[in-house]
């Protein structure tokens, strides 16, 4: 069954680094999400993508991040300054469609920020 | 703003016994869905079931079923003849009608004794 897959599966960094969270959504979908999840907290949304621009986002999602789709598999999430703050665990999702459509999820990126 | 509550951050169930997960939610808006997903241990999120708030009937997966009382803004999930295999994290979402992102409950934990 095909499924969404995200690497690293954890991901250390400095504070103030730039990190890139990769995900390859399933192949035939046009939707893509970012989800974050801090220690503790509830799933929070950030972005969703389609048609190779961001289509809603969150308020969370400030100029510090970015997403990108750079081919025609993967979908990229970038922390441009890492603070301690976005240590979380960060989930990527596809859907075919939007709204009531099934978004599937990969297993996600543990980043811990030093 | 959407929300989402669920009340009760663990739950335990014997092996073929039948267990109820609660959930409330808020929304403004009368286009609107709801999910339940289930988390494994280090495993993705996968839907478990999904209801459109305009069906009055409640959603079924075979052993999964909901009881959507929309007046009272609740959508519990049942789980018939427990497995092992239940044994996760379950997350309670709501998506509004026009709107791509997900809004989740806290999660509950699902523990099944053998």
């Known amino acids: 069954e095909p499924e969404v897959t995200q690497t690293p599966s954890h991901q250390v960094t400095q504070m103030g680094q730039e990190v890139i969270l990769r995900c390859v959504p399933i192949?035939?979908?046009?939707?893509f999400y970012w989800y974050r999840q801090i220690l503790g907290q509830k799933v929070e949304f950030l972005v969703s993508f389609y048609n190779n621009e961001i289509s809603e986002k969150s308020e969370i999602f400030d100029d510090q991040f970015s997403v990108e789709r750079p081919d025609g598999s993967n979908f990229t999430l970038k922390i441009r300054s890492t603070k301690l703050e976005d240590s979380a665990m960060y989930f990527c999702?596809?859907?075919?469609?939007?709204?009531?459509?099934?978004?599937?999820f990969g297993a996600g990126t543990r980043l811990s920020v030093l | 703003a959407q929300t989402v509550t669920q009340s009760q951050p663990e739950m335990s169930v014997q092996e073929a016994e039948t267990v109820t997960l609660s959930c409330t939610y808020d929304t403004s808006e009368s286009d609107y869905y709801l999910f339940w997903y289930k988390q494994p241990p280090s495993r993705q999120m996968i839907l478990v079931i999904r209801?459109?708030?305009?069906?009055?009937q409640n959603a079924t997966e075979n052993r999964f079923s909901v009881n959507f009382q929309k007046a009272a803004k609740s959508f519990s999930l049942k789980i018939s003849d427990s497995q092992l295999g239940d044994a996760a994290m379950y997350f309670c979402a709501c998506a509004q009608g026009g709107s791509e992102k997900l809004v989740f409950g806290k999660g509950m934990k699902l523990t099944v004794n053998p």
């Open positions: 192949s035939n979908h046009l939707y």
């Open positions: 209801q459109e708030a305009y069906k009055q």
């Open positions: 999702a596809s859907s075919e469609a939007r709204t009531a459509n099934i978004q599937y």
